[in-house]
């Protein structure tokens, strides 16, 4: 007797997500096909293989677009744009050629579509929609991924807090601790020039004290929410994937430092943060904008994290580290 093995496609798994999401499937069994820019089982722009692809699949996840951490110049803010609304148009195109579609979609959204919050958490229901370059890529990117009709997929967006874990965007943040570099990101008044101001760049001044909200998940909690929501057929729409327990800046990085053993930690102020940005081609809004979501949806329908407090999440991650060193 044969026994039945799911076969789930999976977009833009050269990140640190979609490596772990491929990772974990296979781990359970599951016939994992990828797509990529160089495959390896079908290639973007190659639409007939990923519709292959994709046809009697059970699941289909798209991670894939260009890293934000990058400087936002013109041909940076043109690729992590291209990259997201491309990929996403021709999934949606290779879906509704399908002769069986597959039941769920998700796809990956971020937690940065809201405004910079420092009064009040943003849930899918009563969040406020922010405005410049990064939210007009995050709204872009859903309107992309909702627009047509595909009646046989449900579609869910992952509006995803910054996802923690050993490989993750944390990394750098451990390294800097260890030098004795991790104190809060501290926000204050810098210029904002013509260009930066009209490409919607510049970030405006807003928390002090290192006091701007962190609202973070941990892989394993990514994972255990896809499955959630794939268990549950009643959500669809847009979903905030982030711990339901929000920390700030500061508080942050005194539990990194916690977590690994380090006592001192000097503070980054505006002006060191920009100077840094610009040298290591990233951008300020990074650490500085002020991100605090919750996850209102998974929780009413009965999602329970595996990490819901940041401190215990990175003392997990940091023994994974040292466990595998």
Same mark, same amino acid.
């Given at each position: 007797?044969?026994?039945?093995?799911? *076969?789930?496609? =999976?977009?833009?798994?050269?990140?640190?997500?979609? *490596?772990?999401?491929?990772?974990?499937?296979?781990?359970?069994?599951?016939?994992?096909?990828?797509?990529?820019?160089?495959?390896? +089982?079908?290639?973007?722009?190659?639409? %007939?293989?990923?519709?292959?692809?994709?046809?009697?699949?059970?699941?289909?996840?798209?991670?894939?677009?260009?890293?934000?951490?990058?400087?936002? +110049?013109?041909?940076?803010? /043109?690729? =992590?744009?291209?990259?997201?609304? +491309?990929?996403?148009?021709?999934?949606?195109?290779?879906?509704?050629?399908? %002769?069986?579609?597959?039941?769920?979609?998700?796809?990956?959204?971020?937690?940065? =579509?809201?405004?910079?919050?420092?009064? #009040?958490?943003?849930?899918?229901?009563?969040?406020?929609?922010? &405005?410049?370059? &990064?939210?007009?890529?995050?709204?872009?990117?859903?309107?992309?991924?909702? /627009?047509?009709?595909?009646? @046989?997929? #449900?579609?869910?967006?992952?509006?995803?807090?910054?996802?923690?874990?050993?490989?993750?965007?944390?990394?750098?943040?451990?390294?800097?601790? #260890?030098?004795?570099?991790?104190?809060?990101?501290? +926000?204050?008044?810098?210029?904002?020039?013509?260009?930066?101001?009209?490409? @919607?760049?510049?970030?405006?001044?807003?928390?002090?004290? @290192?006091?701007?909200?962190?609202?973070?998940?941990?892989?394993?909690?990514?994972? !255990?929410?896809?499955?959630?929501?794939?268990?549950?057929?009643?959500?669809?729409?847009?979903?905030?994937?982030?711990?339901?327990?929000?920390?700030?800046?500061?508080?942050?990085?005194?539990?990194? #430092?916690?977590?690994? !053993?380090?006592?001192?930690?000097?503070?980054?102020? *505006?002006?060191?943060?920009?100077?840094?940005? %610009?040298?290591?081609?990233?951008?300020?809004?990074?650490?500085?904008? &002020?991100?605090?979501?919750?996850?209102?949806?998974?929780?009413? %329908? @009965?999602? *329970?994290?595996?990490?819901?407090?940041?401190?215990?999440?990175?003392?997990?991650?940091?023994?994974?580290?040292?466990?595998?060193?």
């Amino acid at each position: 007797m044969s026994t039945y093995r799911e *076969r789930i496609v =999976i977009a833009g798994a050269s990140g640190f997500i979609g *490596r772990h999401l491929a990772e974990v499937y296979r781990s359970r069994g599951a016939d994992v096909k990828l797509i990529g820019r160089s495959g390896p +089982d079908a290639r973007w722009g190659d639409t %007939a293989a990923i519709t292959r692809l994709v046809d009697g699949a059970d699941l289909v996840v798209n991670m894939a677009g260009k890293s934000v951490n990058c400087r936002y +110049d013109e041909e940076n803010r /043109s690729e =992590i744009l291209q990259s997201r609304i +491309d990929t996403t148009l021709e999934l949606a195109e290779a879906i509704r050629a399908a %002769a069986t579609p597959p039941p769920l979609w998700l796809n990956s959204s971020t937690a940065t =579509i809201y405004r910079h919050a420092e009064d #009040r958490p943003m849930t899918e229901a009563t969040g406020d929609i922010g &405005s410049g370059f &990064s939210v007009s890529i995050a709204t872009t990117w859903e309107s992309a991924f909702f /627009s047509g009709d595909l009646p @046989g997929t #449900r579609r869910v967006a992952l509006r995803m807090a910054i996802v923690l874990g050993d490989g993750s965007a944390l990394v750098p943040l451990i390294n800097l601790a #260890r030098f004795g570099l991790g104190g809060p990101q501290i +926000d204050g008044r810098w210029p904002a020039s013509a260009a930066r101001t009209k490409a @919607g760049t510049h970030h405006a001044f807003g928390a002090s004290r @290192g006091r701007q909200k962190f609202s973070w998940v941990h892989i394993d909690d990514v994972v !255990g929410s896809i499955d959630f929501v794939r268990d549950h057929a009643d959500i669809d729409g847009v979903v905030n994937v982030s711990s339901p327990n929000p920390s700030d800046n500061r508080s942050m990085m005194r539990d990194l #430092r916690h977590a690994l !053993g380090v006592r001192l930690g000097l503070p980054a102020t *505006r002006w060191m943060l920009e100077l840094g940005s %610009a040298a290591i081609r990233t951008e300020v809004e990074l650490v500085l904008k &002020s991100r605090w979501v919750v996850p209102e949806r998974l929780q009413q %329908a @009965g999602y *329970r994290f595996e990490y819901p407090y940041l401190d215990v999440a990175l003392k997990a991650i940091i023994a994974e580290r040292a466990a595998a060193s």
